[in-house]
């Protein structure tokens, strides 16, 4: 909506009328219809002088028919309502502007002919529409409705066009629009007369044109059709909407399940088919499968069994997303059913001669067991064997009813149910269906028993798991399998009929044609009963041990039966290759096994115990055994063994004693070895938590000491001020009272200070170990001079070495002076957080020494060393690293390695200590840690730094003699590009300009490595810093502790600040500055500035200090519209820009100076630090100012 706000406020303007038609967002047009959501007055004005029906015009400016002359051209296109001509002009793909291109006031406009039908409006529809109204029309009052039609009368009509026009664009099909569709007139009517609003599809009227496309396909299709149409985030709120033919076979399903989520139609199948149907919204893909079981209400079964073969396909939107899905089906149950009966009866055709009646029952169970959808449940009883069948012609039928009936075979009933008996006796009338089974047997036909008449009982009509579709049987038939050679039969089978199908002529025939089969195999069997049983046992038994045999063989474990003496009777492959046993003459059992001498004696006793017990015994024990005998074999040399795991089981003979042992053995060396890396993890998993609790302790200690220290220093600085009011202690002398506070106050400041640098170090420790486990650690090369670095850290710590007593010296060995090496490429941060590391460690263990003294050695060379001085042998690198001077900005000069040895005469390392060094969280002693602090880091980061740079770090020391800790690193050496190219930064400072004077720049440890690392000169001097005496900063810092503070001790060492609290304000303050050529701004009554461009921007300006987050404009964007001003010529010059920030991150530096800072200083800074850095800025963009200006007076 705020897209046409200026459209809007133009229209407004306009003396034609002219209103607005909204199309809806293009990926949303799914779930909005057109609306119009604007008129300005000259329309209304024209309405009212016309009696123009504004709700007759709306329907007309919003049908999508009206626009099939617009198309999607850009171009305007006239059109005709009421026979005045209005112009149709589209607006990006959402918007048409309407105007009328005649006299507004000439125009007569009469109302259209016809009377549509009127009807009821849902009243979330008329809200959203006058909210609509309200909102996008200027000036209307908010209880104004649109158009001025209220909304009891407003009414949805049918398309305002004429017969006769409506005819000649094409005939209106659309029963989602209009009446008269010839296509199913009493669902439709059930359709249009749906309540839409509660369903995801929202009113009819809302429709869009895919969704009606999709509707009316699906209601005018001839075949069963439904759609499943939700919300796209997750699907889970689909409805189903289906056609008349669909609603036919949902039967009592209808109308409850039109508009309503998928489950009710489907049911449990609805998870199945939300799977598929979100695979199809997922993936576009359409999906087919066929003969899906699905029962439907149909006849006189509550569900029918049926299946249907469907298609899924993606309905898609106007704008090609997904709106839903289209089912597509068909009913395929005559096909499925037929070929599984057709299956059953090949079955019964092709099933095996039996050899026995025992066999043929047990192919009859398995015949009626494949198929359990016909078959739910089925008894089979047979009748006793009678060797003369020929007596049955000399006898009535009722004499030859047999006495009892023997159970076979069950399938679907166990033996709870109580009509489920093993001997039937036919002549018991209390059992409850000897009535049935005598009939049967009379008659020779078919019994049928059913629920309906009550001739089936209640223990029959069960649900069988599994079988006959999970639904109580409602029906059986009890089927004699009569005899062939006269009289009589061979048995019954009562089987239970499928209670999803009708017992129709189809289901009859298909049993009948299974009990033909089964007759004649019955026929079959009964003249095959000849075979010998020994024979089968003897084949039996033959097979059995063959089987054994085979399956000793094959087993994946080792078998052996060996004599009470321990020699082998039988044994498997596997058990040779287990055991590794051999035969051996000189052995008394005649076979040796090399078995492990600490589990011989084991092994050995435990056999004679079995052997002795006298009782049938089992026992599970492990051993180990050589693998290869050729060559001897220590007994706790690893790899050299195999553990068994090995069961015995011992047999008696009728006396009592045993007469043979079986053994069962299994490899379990995997498992023991993993068992032994287990233990070996936990040991060092619990070593690893030791280690981390104990740093944890100590980052903490390291963290509250300098924590309380501060807490207690701004105690007495507050406790210092309030003894300096007069009467509070008894002082009478102010004097003495400011020394007192002067004293106490700097005290505290340098208390405060070296805490913030301790806790500093920490920090930068555990974020260098952070990035080090993360492998975000790069190393950047840089121009940069090794003596200037070693110089750097030995300046940093000037001060404290001082204090110490210590004697620092910085030697550089001949063989870099031979190299003539000066500026060589490295990276320079992080090979100073090494030396200051290691110089730092010096410190510490010399400070208490005797004898003070540290030195520094530089050494150079072309080839990696071997040792460092004295007799320092470098530690292994624990794992390969890529090359760090391969990649394309480390440049191809020759490769060189410089060694840096730093030797203390502190209290030195024993042999013991040594081993714990370079280890993460560890010192060399616990006693390290309570004497002399640290967090335990230093050495393992300085050895992870060193490898990194293509290096290694080694130490010697003697106890109480002092240590030398020695590394190497890999580096290029540099050769500017053009002689042009600028030096570092200390080549161009050594004059101070004019009107400044020098300030004694700050070495504090507390210095960033990364800032740290430029160098300050060849010779290690340090260069006076110079400031100008009349320096302007502009201070841009929205925290105003922050500001406050900046801003006093920026003026206290004569600095003029100004400050603005965020972009916008920073802004503001250069047009006021003398960097500023624009022009004043204009007031409200006049269009000549205020003042004079001289007068206005007179402010000077030498530097902005400008913080990155802040509310209004942040600071990037302040720098980047300052660039920009620049080069447009609203700022004449560059303006010196600082980015003052906490993000400290190297790829969060680079963007600030790619947004167009010159130069980023990192939060916590000291004004001591800051200046040098503002000054060198200053001085840069001065250089550059004048070789500016000189070449432009040299082209001219």
């Not at 149409?229 to 076979?249: H, P, Q, R």
């Not at 508009?259 to 087919?288: E, F, M, R, T």
């Not at 089987?495 to 004649?520: A, K, S």
């Amino acid at each position: 909506m705020e897209g046409i706000a200026s459209l809007a406020e133009f229209l407004g303007c306009q003396k034609r009328p002219s209103v607005i038609v909204d199309h809806g967002i293009p990926y949303d047009r799914v779930s909005r219809a057109s609306t119009l959501v604007y008129h300005n007055a000259a329309f209304t004005a024209y309405a009212h002088q016309s009696s123009l029906n504004e709700k007759h015009f709306e329907i007309w400016a919003t049908d999508p028919s009206i626009w099939v002359t617009v198309g999607d051209e850009k171009t305007k296109h006239a059109t005709e309502y009421c026979g005045t001509p209005w112009d149709a002009t589209p607006v990006g793909q959402r918007w048409i502007v309407l105007q009328s291109s005649s006299d507004p006031f000439a125009l007569n406009c009469e109302e259209p002919a016809y009377r549509p039908r009127k009807r009821r409006r849902t009243a979330s529809s008329d809200e959203s529409s006058s909210a609509t109204s309200r909102t996008m029309t200027p000036g209307t009052p908010s209880n104004q409705k649109f158009n001025g039609v209220e909304d009891s009368q407003c009414s949805l009509f049918t398309n305002p066009f004429t017969e006769s026009l409506r005819a000649s664009l094409h005939p209106m099909l659309d029963w989602t629009r209009y009446e008269g569709s010839s296509a199913s007139p009493e669902f439709i009517s059930f359709v249009r007369n749906f309540d839409w609003a509660r369903t995801v599809l929202g009113p009819m009227n809302s429709w869009n044109a895919a969704t009606r496309r999709y509707m009316t396909y699906m209601m005018m299709h001839v075949e069963p059709r439904c759609m499943y149409i939700g919300k796209a985030e997750d699907y889970s709120d689909l409805v189903m909407i289906y056609n008349g033919e669909c609603a036919k076979l949902l039967g009592a399903l209808h109308p409850t399940a039109f508009g309503a989520g998928g489950a009710i139609s489907a049911g449990p199948a609805w998870q199945y088919k939300l799977a598929s149907i979100k695979k199809v919204l997922q993936s576009g893909i359409p999906l087919q499968e066929y003969d899906y079981y699905f029962p439907i209400p149909r006849g006189d079964l509550p569900l029918e069994e049926a299946y249907f073969s469907w298609s899924i396909i993606p309905m898609l939107s106007d704008e090609g997303h997904p709106m839903g899905v289209l089912k597509e089906f068909w009913e395929s149950t005559e096909k499925v059913v037929n070929k599984r009966r057709q299956k059953t009866v090949r079955d019964a055709e092709h099933m095996p001669q039996a050899e026995n009646i025992a066999m043929f029952w047990g192919q009859v169970h398995q015949l009626i067991t494949s198929n359990d959808k016909d078959f739910p449940f089925c008894l089979m009883y047979s009748a006793p064997k009678d060797s003369n069948p020929s007596k049955f012609g000399n006898s009535s039928v009722e004499d030859t009813i047999p006495g009892h009936l023997t159970l076979e075979c069950t399938v679907g009933l166990n033996e709870n149910n109580p009509l489920v008996v093993k001997e039937l006796d036919m002549t018991d009338l209390s059992y409850t269906l000897t009535k049935q089974f005598r009939a049967a047997w009379v008659n020779r036909t078919p019994v049928l028993l059913r629920t309906s008449d009550h001739t089936l009982p209640e223990e029959l009509a069960v649900t069988v798991p599994g079988r006959g579709h999970d639904v109580s049987c409602h029906s059986a038939v009890l089927y004699p399998i009569s005899r062939l050679d006269g009289p009589g039969t061979v048995g019954f089978l009562l089987l239970g009929l499928n209670p999803q199908r009708p017992y129709d002529e189809p289901y009859r025939e298909f049993i009948r044609r299974i009990l033909d089969h089964l007759v004649r195999g019955a026929a079959t069997v009964l003249f095959s009963e000849t075979r010998e049983e020994l024979m089968q046992q003897m084949r039996q038994a033959k097979d059995q041990e063959r089987q054994f045999s085979t399956l000793a063989e094959l087993a994946p474990v080792g078998l052996s039966i060996v004599d009470p003496t321990g020699s082998p009777i039988w044994m498997n492959t596997e058990y040779r290759v287990l055991v590794n046993i051999r035969k051996d003459e000189g052995c008394s059992r005649g076979w040796r096994a090399p078995i492990h001498p600490v589990d011989r004696p084991r092994v050995e006793e435990l056999f004679k115990n079995m052997v002795l017990s006298r009782r049938a015994d089992s026992v599970c024990f492990h051993f180990r055994v050589q693998i290869d005998v050729s060559t001897p074999a220590e007994p706790d040399a690893p790899g050299k063994w195999r553990w068994l795991l090995a069961t015995a089981s011992s047999d008696l003979d009728e006396a009592g004693n045993v007469i043979r042992v079986t053994n069962f053995i299994t490899d379990i060396t995997p498992a023991k070895e993993a068992e032994l890396q287990q233990g070996k993890r936990l040991e060092d998993a619990l070593e690893t938590k030791r280690q981390s609790e104990n740093f944890i302790d100590m980052v903490c200690h390291e963290m509250r000491n300098p924590l309380s220290a501060i807490i207690q220093s701004a105690d007495g600085i507050i406790t210092a001020f309030d003894s300096a009011i007069p009467g509070n202690d008894g002082l009478s002398d102010p004097q003495s009272m400011d020394g007192i506070v002067q004293a106490t106050v700097l005290d505290s400041a340098q208390t405060i200070l070296l805490c913030a640098q301790h806790q500093k170090r920490i920090v930068d420790d555990i974020l260098t170990l952070s990035k080090l486990d993360s492998n975000l650690l790069l190393i950047v090369p840089e121009p940069s001079r090794p003596t200037a670095l070693v110089e750097k850290a030995l300046q940093m710590y000037e001060s404290e070495l001082s204090d110490a007593g210590i004697v620092a010296n910085f030697n550089v060995h001949d063989s870099y002076r031979e190299l003539g090496l000066d500026v060589v490429l490295l990276d320079p941060a992080r090979l100073l957080q090494v030396l200051i590391n290691l110089l730092t460690n010096a410190i510490k263990f010399t400070r208490k020494a005797d004898a003070k003294r540290i030195s520094i050695a530089l050494a150079a060379s072309t080839t990696p060393p071997s040792s460092g001085a004295s007799t320092v042998s470098f530690i292994p690198q624990r794992a390969s690293r890529a090359d760090t001077l391969s990649s394309y900005e480390w440049g191809k000069e020759k490769e060189l390695y410089l060694q840096f040895d730093v030797c203390d005469t502190g209290k030195g390392l024993t042999a013991e200590e040594l081993k714990r060094l370079f280890l993460k969280f560890s010192q060399a002693s616990p006693k390290t840690y309570s004497q002399y602090g640290g967090s335990g880091l230093g050495l393992f980061i300085s050895r992870e730094l060193t490898e990194l740079q293509g290096g290694q770090i080694g130490v010697h020391s003697i106890a109480g003699q002092g240590s030398t800790f020695a590394f190497y690193i890999k580096a290029r050496q540099y050769r500017p590009d053009s002689p042009d190219e600028q030096l570092p930064m200390e080549d161009y400072c050594d004059e101070p300009a004019r009107g400044v004077r020098p300030v004694k720049k700050s070495l504090s440890a507390s210095l960033a490595y990364d800032d740290a690392a430029r160098p300050e000169g060849q010779n290690g001097k340090l260069h006076p810093v110079h400031l100008p005496t009349d320096l302007h900063i502009l201070l841009v810092e929205d925290n105003l502790i922050n500001q406050k503070v900046t801003a006093r001790q920026l003026r206290q060492i004569g600095c003029t600040v100004h400050v603005a609290n965020n972009g916008l304000e920073c802004l503001e303050f250069l047009e006021k500055c003398i960097y500023y050529q624009g022009n004043s701004k204009v007031t409200a009554n006049s269009k000549e500035p205020e003042t004079s461009p001289s007068s206005a921007h007179s402010i000077p300006l030498s530097v902005i200090l400008l913080d990155q987050e802040m509310p209004l404009m942040d600071g990037l964007t302040c720098v980047r519209r300052i660039r920009e001003m620049q080069t447009s010529g609203e700022l004449a010059g560059h303006i010196p820009v600082i980015a003052c920030t906490a993000n400290a991150r190297r790829e969060q530096v680079a963007k600030a100076l790619e947004a167009g800072m010159d130069d980023v200083v990192t939060k916590p800074f000291r004004i001591p630090d800051l200046l040098p850095r503002i000054y060198d800025l200053i001085q840069r963009v001065e250089i550059s100012s004048r070789a500016s200006d000189s070449s432009s007076r040299t082209q001219s």
